[in-house]
C-alpha cells in the first residue's frame, strides 16, 4: 500500500464519524482509522468550515499532554496546492505506519513517538479551496492568490474558535513549510490586523514557525549555489565558472547568457538528486515527464516563482514536497481507495468524493498567483511588534536552501544573542542555532524538516 493511498483514506475517515452535508460542520469525533488498533492517545476532530462559497477541510489533532493549556498550532504545507495531510503522514503527526501485506491491503498505523502532538494540539488545514478535501462548488473560486488565501484563512481561524472556544486562551501559533513561507507571514499579519481591528472570537496569537519557506527572491535564487558548493555537489572549478559568470547574482540568470551557460552546468551536475533531502533517493513518476521544468534540476526557486502577479499553475512549478520526488515507497493505488472499502458504514466517501473530487496529494485544479514579493517586511513587522518567530530549515533540503533562510534572517539587522551553537536531542547534536533579539530564531536541523522531532 503506497504513502499516497494512506493519506487518502485518513483524508475520507473523518466521514465514518459524521453524515456528510454541504452546511459548516461543527467539529465531530474521529474514533477509529483503518488500520490502527487500540485507543488514540487524544481526541481527534474533524470537518469543514464555510467561507464565501469554500468549503475548508480540516483535521484537529488535540494535545497528548494536556490540550487545556498546550499551544494550539495551524500547520500549512506550501505548493502552492498540496494537502497539509502531508505533514501528518510524513512528518510530525501522531501516526508512523508501515505497508500492507499482503500488496494493496490497507497498511498499519503506529503511534509517533516524536509527534508534534505530544506537546501542541495542531490544526490540519487543506488551503485554499480546491486543495485536498476542501473545495467550492463556484470553481471560479479555485482562481486566487496570496491576498486571498490570507482572507479566507483568517476567516476560517475565527470560525474555528467559534467552533472550539474552549481552545480560545490557549497560546496559538501558525506554522509551515516551504510555499507556505508565504502563508504563514501573510496570514499571521491578517491574524494582527484582525486583533488590532477587534475581531471577535479574539484569537490568542503569539508567533509562527516556518520550515525552508520562500521568502525572498533574491534570498531564495542566491542560496543554491552556496549550498550545492559547500555539500560537494559541484566542483571548485564549476564554482569559480558560475562565481564569476554570474556576479553573485543567480537568480536572474536568464537575463546574462554567459551566467546561463555556467548554471545549465549546475543544473547537469545536479540531476538525479532529490532536491528535497539530497540524501534520499530520488523517485520519478510518468507524469513528471509531461511538467514543463521536467528537463531541470534546478529548484522552484530558480524557476522565476516570486514574479509579481504571474499565475501558478501548480505542479508546474512546486515548492515543497512537490509530488514527483519526494517519495521512499513505489507509487500505488492512490485512486482505488473508495473500491477498497466495504459495508455501510463506509457509504458516505462516495458522496464526498463526489462533491469535492477526487482527493490528491499536491492539485493541478486550483490556479495560483503569488501577488506580495518578499516576505521580508511582513517578518521585520511580525517581530518589531513582539511576536515569535522560528525559521527552521532542514540542512540538506535543496529547494529552499538553508542558506538562504540563514542569510535573509542575519539581514535583518537585529543583535544577536549568544552565538552560533548546536541543539541537542536525544544527547545527540540535532542542528544549529542563531538566537536574535525581537524572539527571533533561525535553527537547522540535521537532514531534511521532515526529521524535525522533539
Known amino acids: 500500500m503506497a504513502i499516497n493511498n494512506l493519506l487518502v483514506f485518513i483524508c475520507c475517515i473523518f466521514i465514518l464519524s459524521f453524515q456528510f452535508s454541504e452546511a459548516i460542520q461543527a467539529g465531530s469525533l474521529v474514533t477509529n482509522l483503518p488500520g490502527f488498533t487500540g485507543n488514540f492517545p487524544s481526541k481527534h476532530y474533524s470537518g469543514y468550515v464555510s467561507v464565501d462559497e469554500k468549503n475548508l477541510f480540516y483535521y484537529f489533532v488535540a494535545s497528548e499532554r494536556n490540550p487545556s493549556k498546550d499551544p494550539v498550532v495551524l500547520w500549512l504545507n506550501g505548493g502552492p496546492g498540496c494537502s497539509s495531510f502531508d505533514g501528518f503522514v510524513y512528518e510530525h503527526g501522531p501516526f508512523n505506519f508501515e505497508e500492507g501485506n ?124 552556496p549550498f550545492a558548493h559547500g555539500m560537494g555537489l559541484i566542483s571548485d572549478d564549476l564554482f569559480e565558472e558560475v562565481e564569476g559568470a554570474c556576479r553573485g547574482t543567480y537568480y536572474d540568470y536568464e537575463s546574462n547568457d554567459g551566467c546561463m551557460r555556467s548554471m545549465l552546468k549546475v543544473d547537469e551536475a545536479l540531476t538525479g538528486l532529490n532536491i528535497y533531502n539530497i540524501l534520499q533517493p530520488c523517485f520519478h513518476e510518468p507524469l513528471s515527464q509531461q511538467d514543463s521544468n521536467a528537463n531541470s ?57 463526489d462533491v469535492a473530487g477526487s482527493w490528491e496529494l499536491c492539485t493541478d485544479r486550483i490556479t495560483y498567483h503569488n501577488q506580495l514579493g518578499s516576505m521580508i517586511p511582513y517578518h521585520k513587522s511580525l517581530t518589531s511588534q513582539g511576536y515569535r518567530a522560528l525559521i527552521f530549515s532542514g540542512d540538506h533540503d535543496m529547494c529552499v536552501p538553508f542558506t538562504g533562510s540563514q542569510a535573509w534572517t542575519r539581514s535583518l539587522g537585529y543583535k544577536k544573542i549568544g552565538g552560533w551553537r548546536s541543539w541537542i536531542s536525544k544527547g545527540q547534536i540535532a542542528g544549529y542555532l542563531q538566537s536574535y533579539d525581537h524572539n527571533l530564531t533561525f535553527l537547522t536541523v540535521k537532514v531534511s524538516i521532515s526529521s524535525l522531532r522533539i
Open 102 to 225: 499482503p500488496k494493496g491491503s490497507l497498511p498499519k498505523l503506529h503511534l509517533n513517538p516524536y509527534s508534534w502532538t505530544k506537546v501542541s494540539s495542531i490544526i490540519y488545514l487543506d488551503s485554499p479551496a480546491g486543495v485536498g478535501l476542501s473545495y467550492s462548488k463556484n470553481e471560479s473560486k479555485y482562481i486566487t492568490g496570496d491576498i486571498q488565501t490570507a482572507v479566507d484563512t483568517h476567516a476560517f481561524l475565527l470560525k474555528w474558535f467559534e467552533l472550539y472556544p474552549e481552545f480560545l486562551n490557549n497560546p496559538f501559533y501558525i506554522s509551515g513549510e516551504s510555499y507556505a513561507g508565504i502563508y504563514v507571514p501573510t496570514l499571521a499579519s491578517q491574524v494582527v490586523k484582525g486583533i488590532k481591528a477587534g475581531d471577535k472570537p479574539r484569537i490568542n496569537f503569539e508567533g509562527y514557525l516556518v520550515g525552508n519557506g520562500v521568502t525572498d527572491r533574491m534570498f531564495d535564487g542566491n542560496a543554491l549555489i
Open 297 to 353: 534540476s534546478l529548484p522552484a526557486s530558480f524557476q522565476q516563482l516570486g514574479a509579481t502577479e504571474r499565475p501558478l499553475k501548480v505542479r508546474k512549478r512546486m515548492f515543497g514536497r512537490a509530488w514527483p520526488l519526494w517519495s521512499t515507497v513505489k507509487d500505488g493505488i492512490v485512486t482505488l481507495w473508495p473500491q477498497l472499502i466495504e459495508g455501510d458504514e463506509h457509504r458516505h466517501i462516495a458522496c464526498v468524493v
